[in-house]
């Protein structure tokens, strides 16, 4: 191969991979059509992605998962002295409704007690995301980890009530 075949060959081949790179964002504006925006919107530009320390007793840490799909959620909330979520965070391997899902949680968490953080339904995200039908069980795991994250919380809470109650009768 001389020159001349080294160059179309090298045209050909970057024509190809031009091909291939395009084709991703077709598929992706065409798949974007089929969402809502504010689907689109949590999973191009997803709020507060992180992991707290699941060792604070501060942070209540719930984690799910869907077998069906493969999705793995993971949710955590820390509270502040006044009993409201100072911070949520989430890390999810998934959909882009399931990761827009666990988004749109963290959000809605922030300001509010834990009996206000229990109230949430997976229908209401499902409603403020306009989730199709297919993907309502990608709002039912942001709902569980939520749930979950408060159990957490809960659970260290108790620990904590009972290891000062044994310090204090131990000091008497």
């Known amino acids: 191969i001389g020159v001349l075949g080294d160059f179309s060959l090298g045209r050909l081949m970057l024509a190809r991979s031009t091909r291939l790179l395009r084709a991703p964002q077709l598929a992706l504006r065409t798949a974007t059509r089929a969402y809502h925006e504010r689907i689109v919107d949590h999973y191009e530009s997803p709020r507060n992605v992180g992991s707290l320390d699941k060792s604070d007793p501060s942070v209540g840490t719930g984690l799910v998962g869907a077998p069906a799909c493969g999705d793995v959620m993971k949710l955590q909330m820390r509270l502040g002295p006044d009993g409201k979520v100072e911070e949520a965070v989430f890390k999810t391997f998934g959909c882009g409704s399931a990761i827009a899902s666990s988004s749109y949680a963290t959000e809605w968490l922030k300001g509010k007690t834990l009996d206000?953080?229990?109230?949430?339904?997976?229908?209401?995200?499902?409603?403020?995301?306009k989730l199709p039908p297919v993907k309502l069980h990608c709002s039912m795991l942001a709902e569980d980890a939520v749930k979950m994250a408060i159990k957490d919380y809960k659970s260290k809470q108790e620990d904590r009530e009972a290891v000062d109650k044994a310090a204090a009768a131990g000091s008497s």
Not at 116 to 129: G, M, P, V
């Open 116 to 129: 206000e953080c229990a109230t949430i339904k997976n229908s209401d995200i499902a409603s403020h995301l």
